[in-house]
């Protein structure tokens, strides 16, 4: 079975916080590489930053140190914090698994949780 629901996306004044949800199953949760992709308006979709089953992050470098990625296995849910948010921070961002030796970009999506960063 395959759920991957992302919620907490919404409008933020530059330098503000949000907190993404990406709600999983549990098989999933312990198979996949979970990861946060984001895709703005004429671009392509880029990872912002995945999970690996052993707890291991990784980041771009455009979010490293302000997002932090994380994931709670007892609610089966992925987490993206997004602190100090900038307006170029602004795109849909969506919930990916994949399995551990596929490449990044594969695998599985969620619908998406638009962020929006403008004062």
């Known amino acids: 079975q395959v759920q991957l629901v992302e919620s907490g996306g919404g409008l933020v004044q530059p330098g503000g916080s949000l907190r993404l949800s990406c709600a999983t199953t549990?098989?999933?949760?312990?198979?996949?590489?979970m990861g946060w992709y984001r895709q703005a308006p004429g671009n392509t979709r880029e990872l912002a930053a995945d999970i690996q089953m052993d707890g291991s992050t990784d980041y771009a470098e455009s979010v490293r140190g302000r997002f932090t990625i994380s994931r709670d296995n007892a609610k089966n849910l992925v987490y993206l914090q997004m602190n100090t948010l900038r307006p170029e921070d602004t795109a849909v961002y969506f919930c990916?698994?994949?399995?551990?030796?596929?490449?990044?970009?594969?695998?599985?999506w969620g619908q998406g949780t638009q962020v929006t960063v403008s004062s």
């Open positions: 990916n698994a994949r399995p551990t030796w596929s490449n990044r970009g594969d695998g599985y």
């Open positions: 549990e098989s999933m949760l312990r198979s996949y590489v």
